[in-house]
């Protein structure tokens, strides 16, 4: 009998188990982990694992996880709760069981019924959570908890062993006994798996065991370091340990990755193709006459005023039907229903372009605000979005259609430097999609400020944004209403400005333009300054004066760097001066420089009763090696250092008359 595949990822409560059961199963703690206060290889953890078993056994069809945890501090008091998510209807679970463990040997048992949460539903699919609170737990307690889950006799799992948590785990053990079936598995689209192959992430000296007798692959491992905690790190499955099973038809990974492409290929130009209702519709968008890349621009525009589902809401199903809407099953159903998600609007783009005799083709990347593509991983699903290449002038130009207000030529930055595959004329490849100029990502800080002898300042700031910042309000914008805008627009101000300013949000211009700068107009108020006799000292960086640079305070570096995009911020501050104050000093030039990395440029100059303050501040890179780290920190500590200069005024003395 062939069975389908089925990735085992979820759990559901139907039984807890007996006091004295939970006695027999649990393992004693030992006296040394009873009185434990801290670990030396975690200084400072809230928490460490003693212990982590996750046991998959498709033979029998089950399940377990257990799980051990000392709690150090009130923080680790949280892992108490147990969250589970899983597919309601499909898994069971024969047993749960847990209990709590003081640090005098008192032990309290779970007796409490599980909470089961409804997450989400869809026609054919739901997700529940089950919630569960381990009782009484104190600072030096050890939680311990088991779980125990059985899916359908039709159904096998593709494990995934996800190694690393947020703290150190001391010992962990792995298994996984496979389907036995002689005729392989079958997939959700009817092909026939019949190979087992898995990738691992893991230290040099760590390898996945097999046992040919037992059939069985297991991995043991002590002392797993807790998942990295740096700023600015890359998604972390491009970091983490893990080991991930798969059920497939091909002899290795690259055999895999063709056969995959030439799957997606299929499909993805049946969805593109351009039917006689779509060569209708174009000729109504573009002229034979247009230039091709008047053409490109203009289905671009009209793709644009579509129904982005992902930015507004999908319709239910009752909505649907009262619409007389159907299935979207190609780019054709997302034209005449004049409403699609982020992806059918991106493939329907590429249907028009190639309606209008363009050269266009469809590309799925993986989302890199969530992952790094991993050719090791041998599954598209780990694609998560559509883009389009159009060929203008002999030269391929990359578009995001599927992005609300994002103009034509660029990408959202988590579609930068992103990974998948692209169509061309003969067959799928493999792409890596270019990286965003830091010139075509510019905040511009334009601030005109008003001060008086008592250091009350009162003026106005404006935010002119290009590239990923003007991207970012505009779609925030479509999806939320203006109070809640205006909140969030505060809020990412708070460190733009000096102790003593209050700066209010008050609207946009530009915002419907997304080819357009937008322009973010903000009041600003308050106190500003210090006054010590004679002099009175003013922030020089206004901006800077308050801000937190990043890669300052960190010596060292673990993980790669990931600021998601290359980028450049100009200040222009105009301080016009009280009556009766002179400029006594201003802020010197200062022009650090990291090269073919980063450069920081600031100056300035009196203009009567005006002081004009520029600064720029560029770096043109996006992911950096942890190697290159100590070159970062270095310049950033000279930005640092530069931006703490001071704008001193005096007062000039009063010419007495005759």
């Known amino acids: 009998m062939r069975k389908s595949v089925f990735t085992r990822k979820a759990l559901l409560l139907l039984a807890i188990a007996s006091p004295s059961l939970l006695l027999a199963q649990f393992q004693q703690p030992t006296e040394e982990e009873l009185k434990m206060t801290a670990d030396p290889k975690a200084p400072g953890a809230a928490a460490v694992y003693l212990y982590q078993e996750q046991i998959t056994d498709d033979a029998n069809h089950f399940l377990s996880y257990y799980d051990r945890i000392k709690v150090l501090t009130e923080k680790g008091k949280e892992l108490a709760t147990i969250r589970i998510p899983y597919n309601h209807g499909v898994d069971s679970v024969t047993d749960i069981q847990g209990r709590t463990i003081h640090a005098d040997g008192t032990i309290i048992p779970l007796s409490a019924k599980p909470a089961d949460l409804m997450d989400y539903k869809a026609k054919n699919f739901q997700v529940n959570t089950v919630v569960f609170t381990l009782p009484g737990v104190e600072v030096g307690s050890i939680l311990e908890y088991r779980l125990k889950v059985r899916s359908p006799d039709d159904r096998v799992s593709q494990p995934t062993w996800d190694i690393q948590s947020p703290y150190l785990v001391r010992k962990a053990h792995y298994s996984f006994h496979p389907h036995t079936g002689g005729n392989g598995v079958i997939n959700g689209e009817g092909q026939v798996l019949d190979r087992l192959l898995y990738s691992a992430r893991l230290a040099p000296d760590s390898k996945v065991d097999y046992s040919g007798t037992k059939d069985l692959y297991s991995l043991d491992l002590t002392g797993v370091p807790p998942l990295p905690e740096e700023d600015w790190m890359p998604p972390l499955n491009a970091l983490r340990w893990r080991v991930e099973f798969y059920y497939t038809n091909a002899t290795s990974g690259a055999t895999f990755w063709q056969d995959a492409g030439k799957h997606w290929g299929k499909q993805t130009q049946t969805f593109t193709n351009p039917s006689s209702a779509l060569v209708k519709a174009v000729s109504d968008i573009v002229t034979p006459a247009d230039p091709d890349r008047q053409k490109a621009i203009k289905i671009y525009a009209a793709v644009q005023k579509l129904d982005n589902t992902d930015f507004s809401r999908t ?206 107009v903000v009041k600003v108020s308050g106190n500003i300054g210090t006054a010590t006799g004679k002099h009175f000292f003013l922030p020089g960086l206004f901006f800077e004066s308050h801000a937190r640079h990043p890669f300052v305070a960190q010596d060292k570096r673990f993980t790669p760097v990931d600021v998601h995009y290359a980028r450049m911020e100009q200040d222009e501050v105009t301080y016009h001066l009280p009556p009766g104050f002179a400029v006594e000093s201003a802020p010197q030039p200062s022009n650090p420089n990291w090269p073919d990395h980063a450069m920081l440029k600031i100056s300035s100059h009196v203009d009567g009763d005006s002081v004009v303050v520029l600064r720029t501040l560029a770096y043109n890179f996006t992911l950096l090696d942890s190697r290159d780290y100590p070159d970062l920190h270095d310049f950033y500590q000279k930005v640092a250092t530069a931006d703490q200069q001071q704008l001193v005024l005096t007062r000039t003395p009063i010419a007495k008359g005759n």
């Not at 300013?501 to 973010?520: K, P, T, W």
């Open 315 to 520: 319709k239910s199903e009752v909505e649907r039907k009262k619409e007389k809407l159907k299935e979207i099953h190609n780019a054709e159903d997302v034209w005449k229903q004049q409403s699609g998600s982020a992806d059918d609007i991106a493939q329907l783009y590429v249907a028009l372009a190639r309606a209008a005799g363009l050269k266009a083709w469809p590309v799925q990347v993986v989302n890199r605000n969530r992952a790094i593509f991993d050719a090791n991983f041998l599954s598209a699903r780990q694609l998560d979005d559509y883009l389009a290449v159009i060929a203008i002038d002999g030269k391929d130009v990359y578009l995001d259609p599927g992005q609300k207000m994002c103009p034509f030529g660029a990408l959202h930055w988590k579609h930068q430097l992103a990974s998948g595959l692209r169509l061309n004329d003969k067959e799928t490849v493999p792409l890596t999609t270019p990286a965003g100029s830091y010139k075509a990502a510019l905040v511009q800080r334009v601030a005109d400020l008003t001060i008086d002898a008592q250091g009350s300042v009162k003026g106005t700031v404006r935010f002119i944004m290009s590239g990923p910042q003007a991207l970012h309000w505009r779609q925030l914008t479509v999806q939320n209403d203006q109070d809640e805008v205006k909140k969030q627009f505060n809020e990412s101000m708070q460190d733009d400005y000096p102790d003593g300013v209050q700066a209010d949000f008050d609207h946009f211009l530009g915002l419907d333009e997304y080819e357009a700068n937008l322009i973010g």
